[in-house]
């Protein structure tokens, strides 16, 4: 099955520490993108990359990192610099020529 | 500053009602729009894409217009069924450059036996 994953499901961070959501696709896609959503919000962008090795920042990208080694794969770490975590996560993917973005299940990051 | 705004926020009608969803946006430059559903603690799924240069697109019991010039667009689902209580999303897509979208904050639909 071709698809977007997301692990894990739930994440739960303690203060100062970092975290680190995994994505991966095994579409083919070359661009990939990162998204937090607030209860009762839209999707607000964090990173995104349009190719292997490149990525840049979205509209609320301080306090996250990424990292784009493979094709398939763009983690997302949660820095101790984020100071309001708490939300679910989405990733998504699109293909060259592709309008649609496909979405991943997502992550909920709860903090303890 | 694209802003993207969906009315109503949530919604509750009995089954088998014609319904009709909202999505205003403050910039008429778009690339294109995507109206997109999410099931609970769940991702989204794309529904309709409408490029700006058409009016309106149908699947099922969906269709969703356009209006670019008022910055508008609605999406119309004809006898609704409980299997359709979800949120649903609206994002455009600005003109030129990477996929970047601008999301409304939704709305969410139940619809009740």
């Known amino acids: 099955d071709g698809g977007i994953t997301q692990s894990p499901k739930y994440l739960f961070r303690k203060e100062g520490q970092n975290v680190t959501l995994s994505c991966e696709q095994n579409?083919?896609?070359?661009?990939m993108y990162w998204y937090r959503q607030d209860p009762g919000q839209g999707l607000r962008l964090i990173y995104y990359?349009?190719?292997?090795?490149?990525?840049q920042k979205g509209d609320i990208a301080e306090g996250y990192s990424v990292s784009r080694e493979k094709k398939e794969s763009f983690p997302l770490t949660v820095t101790s610099a984020q100071k309001n975590p708490t939300a679910f996560y989405l990733c998504?993917?699109?293909?060259?020529?592709?309008?649609?973005?496909?979405f991943g299940p997502g992550t909920r990051l709860l903090v303890l | 500053k694209q802003e993207v705004t969906q009315i109503p926020a949530a919604l509750s009608v009995p089954e088998g009602e014609n319904l009709v969803l909202n999505c205003s946006f403050t910039?008429?430059?778009?690339?294109?729009l995507q109206w997109f559903r999410q099931d609970p603690g769940k991702g989204l799924t794309s529904l309709l894409l409408?490029?700006?240069?058409?009016r309106e697109q149908t699947s099922g019991r969906l269709n969703a217009s356009l209006d670019k010039s008022s910055g508008r667009s609605t999406l119309y689902i004809a006898a609704s069924q409980p299997g359709d209580s979800a949120t649903y999303l609206c994002?455009?897509?600005?003109?030129?450059?990477?996929?970047?979208?601008?999301f409304g904050a939704g709305t969410r639909l139940a619809v009740h036996p």
């Open positions: 579409l083919n896609h070359d661009a």
């Open positions: 994002a455009v897509r600005r003109g030129g450059g990477y996929n970047k979208l601008i």
């Open positions: 998504a993917s699109s293909g060259t020529g592709d309008e649609t973005q496909y």
């Open positions: 990359s349009q190719i292997v090795n490149d990525f």
């Open positions: 409408i490029q700006s240069s058409q």
């Open positions: 910039d008429s430059a778009i690339y294109n």
